[in-house]
């Protein structure tokens, strides 16, 4: 049977592009302070959905732990990676600490809620599967 017939749907066609782009991203707290919460963390994956809407991206998978959060996101090639990063933790980090302030500021002074650096992973095909279990498997505070 022809695969249009059935269709893959993490596979996307632009007017000149066929793509299926995958990135595993995870963002550490600055110091690796332990300042996310249950609560923080939802925010958190609500904030970073709205910005991957914004570079028509999908936030596939999100998960982290008290000091750092996972991240798939499926994306267009026309987006730089390194572009989506920076707004991401840019972003996200303006918004909790205004809106955490209290709890953020017992764990971390000074303008930064992210550490600097990042990881950031392509995956795609068989493989996604073990990076979302992996990221569903991330022990979320309470």
């Not at 550490?28 to 609500?46: D, F, I, P, Q, S």
């Not at 996101?73 to 302030?101: I, M, T």
């Amino acid at each position: 049977m022809s695969p249009r017939w059935n269709p893959n749907p993490d596979v996307r066609t632009g007017r000149h592009v066929v793509y299926n782009l995958h990135v595993h991203l995870v963002f550490v707290t600055k110091y690796r302070h332990r300042a996310m919460t249950g609560e923080v963390l939802t925010r958190c994956e609500e904030i970073m959905r709205e910005l991957c809407e914004h570079y028509e991206a999908e936030l596939k998978q999100f998960s982290g732990e008290e000091d750092h959060v996972h991240l798939l996101v499926h994306y267009p090639p026309k987006v730089q990676l390194s572009k989506l990063v920076n707004s991401l933790k840019g972003v996200s980090s303006r918004y909790l600490r205004k809106e955490c302030d209290a709890h953020v500021r017992r764990y971390l002074w000074g303008g930064a809620f992210w550490s600097g650096s990042y990881f950031a992973g392509s995956c795609g095909g068989e493989p996604l599967t073990v990076v979302r279990q992996y990221i569903e498997s991330q022990q979320r505070p309470v």
